[in-house]
């Protein structure tokens, strides 16, 4: 499946990579075509979850998850970390033959990913593993909510705590883009640079923001999951192989086709059950200065919410039996 997921996605972006637009004019206006359709889908899952979070009952829950990450030291930590990388990629030399720009963009996309997903996984180990080891949620649940509901709101208040703890990083990473783009240029003495070349590299870099928000969002799905039988340093460690085996198996399938059986067969019987986390890899794409087409974004969210759902049903048939007494 990852294999097959992979493929659909080269697919896509090498048909993104053919159909590309030649003048920065026209580059430009396509890149704002489709960031506004990304945009606007956003928008519409933020009032979706504007709506869960103070109108539902599953979302009082949410809310107080989300409220206990933000309080949490980890929080303003992670935040700290990711914007002094930021500032310190802009400046620190990367002596790639004046692509320090791509370069520096990967960078960001590698910390984003790092710590929304390490408050993710942190922030599920310590809500539920930990209330359920304290007794805590034996008395939250002997309250008119079930526990399904307090799987649900327990994921979507982790969402809403990864989304506070990214929106400051994304917003400094793209005023640091621009700030780039023109730093490069004065270091280099180039003045074909101006203000619709930073732009464009904002607007590539975009679509790739949204998809490490997607790939944190699986991660912290499997980690709900397993928070409702394990404890917290089991939790961390596990996520961890999932994502690092996730990476890798992709590359054993291709690697193994027609060679070693026994390896091929257990990479793809791993790839079955992990996520296809290299759909959500695109640094290639921005490395050779390619676009990420929205219609890409749409196959991946739907692939992120397939798994999503299939995560917290998983965590519904782990939690249904498990004893708090």
């Known amino acids: 499946m990852m294999h097959v997921a992979s493929q659909l996605a080269n697919d896509f972006l090498v048909w993104a990579q053919a159909t590309e637009l030649e003048t920065p004019r026209d580059r430009l206006n396509k890149l704002v075509h489709d960031n506004t359709i990304i945009l606007s889908a956003m928008l519409v899952g933020v009032v ?39 500032v310190a990629n802009t400046f620190v030399p990367f002596f790639s033959l004046g692509e320090d720009v791509k370069m520096m963009e990967v960078c960001g996309l590698a910390m984003l990913l790092i710590c929304g997903m390490f408050l993710g996984i942190w922030t599920s180990s310590m809500s539920i593993a930990d209330e359920i080891e304290g007794k805590t949620a034996m008395t939250l649940l002997s309250k008119p909510i079930n526990r399904r509901q307090f799987i649900v709101g327990k994921f979507v208040g982790i969402q809403t705590a990864v989304l506070l703890l990214c929106l400051p990083i994304i917003l400094a990473f793209g005023g640091l883009i621009i700030y780039k783009v023109f730093y490069d240029a004065r270091e280099s003495t180039r003045d074909d640079v101006n203000m619709v070349t930073a732009v ?72 079955v059950f992990l996520p296809a986390v290299g759909v959500f890899n695109v640094e290639a794409k921005l490395m050779t200065d390619g676009n990420v087409p929205y219609e890409y974004l749409g196959w991946a969210a739907g692939y992120s919410v397939a798994y999503v759902m299939a995560s917290i049903l998983a965590a519904f048939l782990m939690f249904e039996d498990r004893d708090l007494a």
């Open 48 to 86: 979706g979850l504007i709506i869960f979070l103070f109108w539902t009952r599953t979302g009082v829950i949410a809310r107080a998850t989300a409220k206990e990450a933000v309080r949490q030291p980890v929080f303003p930590l992670l935040l700290v970390v990711a914007l002094v990388m930021l």
């Open 200 to 271: 464009i590299e904002v607007l590539r870099v975009f679509p790739a923001i949204v998809l490490c928000l997607m790939e944190i969002m699986i991660m912290s799905a499997i980690s709900v999951a397993l928070s409702t039988r394990l404890p917290m340093v089991v939790n961390l460690v596990t996520c961890l192989a999932f994502f690092v085996v996730g990476h890798l198996s992709e590359t054993l399938v291709v690697s193994n086709l027609a060679k070693l059986e026994l390896v091929g067969f257990m990479a793809r019987m791993i790839a």
